[in-house]
């Protein structure tokens, strides 16, 4: 069954009972990834901190949660050379191996993979090592989604694009894509590639949810003009919107978020979108992680929602996230708990393009 929401083909697939994996079109390619990734951050560092407190599952535990993913429809899983200093690759590289081509597999490089002046970056020499390194540790000959992790501001991006641009053409790379970049230097990565006719971003990971809402401003407009896949990380704020948070602490001593406040959210701006998510949660019998991962689904430009669980009931939690409609009713109650003031020069375009748009009412 295919339905058409907010511009964007979603598909969805019956897998269980009353349950069913959505999926859509990573950006304007021709693949097609479910809409929640599962992230594999959790996956090592057992000994690595901060990994430790992040997940620091062992193999057996990793490959219990990519089962589920599989059976449940999950076709997307994203990770990154630096996770657990590259436990998290190589864990995944077993946890996958027969069955690689299940999955679009995604990985990031830009952060240091050692203590040298050139183990870090989006140099040619540096990203080349990444690259051989993480095949390497995913037991795979090709990556699927090849990520800058960062802005490099050493780099020449010129250097980069044409270096991601050979691996595509050597075959180690399938589609390129970016995390963390601001607005103005995703569009100029697309003009250099497109002036060039290089690979191009296909898509943006960005940290978006109800309690981190800055992608609104630049990355968001600039993901939909492009017509960009959008990676959603961190959709729960860290945990924050997990429903372990209230007024009163944490009701879990172990809760990630107690030992790394990250993603950084201001005490009372949390509170309150806590608030909401739970009053909402309560009107439709759904735990909060639930509803927000529900709010980041809703939004059209939205691709997929990386999900990083460290436990089962955790997955299974999320994976319920896909059946919860929200209406116009929580959407508002939420929007109004989250939504940042508008920055210049959103306020002075909203005040002076009024006039014309009228006339197309």
């Avoid at 508002?332 to 005040?351: G, H, K, N």
């Amino acid at each position: 069954m295919v339905g058409r929401t907010g511009g964007f083909y979603t598909f969805f697939l019956e897998f269980t009972g009353d349950h069913f994996m959505q999926y859509r079109r990573l950006g304007n390619t021709g693949i097609i990834v479910s809409r929640l990734c599962l992230g594999a951050m959790t996956f090592g560092g057992k000994a690595t901190p901060p990994y430790d407190k992040v997940g620091g599952l062992d193999l057996a535990a990793s490959g219990r949660l990519v089962d589920m993913a599989l059976d449940a429809g999950i076709n997307f899983i994203d990770t990154a050379n630096v996770y657990a200093d590259g436990e998290s690759e190589s864990l995944l590289g077993q946890v996958l191996e027969g069955r690689r081509e299940q999955v679009v597999l995604a990985t990031k490089f830009h952060a240091p993979m050692g203590k040298g002046p050139n183990d870090a970056g989006q140099s040619r020499l540096h990203m080349t090592r990444a690259l051989d390194a993480s095949l390497r540790r995913l037991r795979t000959d090709h990556v699927d989604l090849y990520q800058i992790h960062n802005f490099d501001d050493l780099t020449p991006m010129e250097e980069t694009l044409r270096a991601l641009d050979d691996a595509v053409r050597a075959g180690k790379i399938r589609y390129i894509g970016c995390s963390n970049l601001a607005g103005w230097q995703v569009a100029k990565a697309l003009g250099l590639s497109a002036l060039h006719d290089w690979s191009s971003f296909v898509s943006v990971q960005a940290c978006y949810s109800l309690a981190v809402r800055d992608i609104e401003r630049e990355i968001l407009p600039q993901v939909e003009d492009a017509q960009l896949g959008l990676m959603a990380w961190s959709p729960l704020a860290g945990g924050l919107l997990s429903g372990k948070y209230g007024r009163d602490g944490s009701t879990d001593p172990d809760a990630r978020r107690l030992h790394i406040a990250f993603p950084p959210v201001g005490q009372e701006h949390g509170l309150a979108v806590i608030d909401a998510v739970k009053a909402v949660a309560a009107r439709h019998g759904a735990t909060p992680a639930q509803v927000a991962l529900a709010w980041v689904l809703a939004q059209p430009a939205v691709t997929s929602a990386v999900i990083g669980a460290r436990r089962p009931e955790q997955l299974l939690d999320n994976l319920a996230s896909l059946e919860l409609v929200l209406d116009t009713q929580d959407l508002a109650v939420l929007d109004a708990a989250s939504a940042a003031p508008p920055s210049y020069p959103a306020w002075i375009r909203a005040m002076t393009n009024t006039h014309r748009e009228g006339f197309l009412r």
